[in-house]
């Protein structure tokens, strides 16, 4: 058998947080089940257990509890038990809330002479003439005018 690469120790009180998450229950399956993994690890008390058996106990995965184990020492108790904050796009949107608006008004307005309504294409071409927008594709004017539907 291999030594553990990462122990986990709790605190009294980061054990207190963990058991109070455990009865009461209105917190989301994937943070209970976490908060029971960590109980489970911790050598804090004086019980070792292998990765094998916590995972047995939790009804999980040994990598689970590998990556649980090792979030934990790396990030904290916080970051165990909670998911990360999706993080803003790193492209910003073309399309801003005022082009947004232009867009509409033009796809509710008339449609070219001859022509019975917008088509995709037909607005792609106008909002380009107009200098609403200097590129913008049809797909990209579908899902805007979808979402405001």
Not at 82 to 96: E, F, L, M
Not at 105 to 113: I, N, T
């Amino acid at each position: 058998m291999r030594t553990k690469k990462y122990v986990v120790h709790l605190t009294d009180d980061e054990r207190k947080t963990l058991r109070r998450m455990m009865k009461r229950g209105t917190y989301a399956a994937r943070s209970i089940t976490r908060a029971n993994i960590m109980l489970n690890l911790d050598e804090g008390l004086g019980e070792k257990r292998e990765q094998a058996d916590v995972a047995k106990l939790c009804g999980v995965s040994t990598v689970t509890v590998y990556d649980v184990s090792k979030q934990y020492a790396s990030e904290g108790l916080e970051a165990v038990l909670n998911r990360k904050k999706r993080a803003p796009p790193p492209v910003p949107s073309k399309i801003t809330g005022e082009t947004e608006a232009k867009i509409i008004v033009l796809c509710c307005g008339a449609p070219l002479e001859g022509r019975v309504r917008w088509t995709l294409r037909l607005l792609e071409e106008k909002i380009i003439e107009l200098g609403i927008a200097e590129a913008i594709s049809d797909n990209t004017i579908g899902r805007l005018l979808k979402n405001t539907a």
